[in-house]
């Protein structure tokens, strides 16, 4: 990403373990239209739903993901 110009890196100044991280003026541009992208998606995908539709999609879909990464970690150990 450093080398794409999206993000630019510095010296923590004290702790030589880290560095700051921040995004380049382009890096901000691409993030806010991923962020437009995202939202064009959703708006198409809940086209017609109601509020409550919605709520309760995501709602269900969280349930499902949760219960995913619940099996994922029972499996890892």
């Keep these: 990403m450093e080398k794409s110009g999206l993000i630019s890196k510095c010296d923590h100044g ?20 991923v962020k437009e992208l995202c939202y064009e998606v959703d708006d ?3 086209k017609g739903f109601t509020k409550e539709e919605t709520e309760y999609f995501l709602d ?13 970690e029972l499996e890892g150990e």
């Design 44 to 46: 198409k995908a809940l």
């Design 14 to 33: 004290k702790d030589k373990r880290c560095n700051k991280i921040f995004l380049t003026d382009e890096g901000k541009e691409k993030a806010y239209r």
């Design 60 to 72: 269900t879909v969280n349930r499902v993901i949760n219960n995913l990464m619940e099996d994922q």
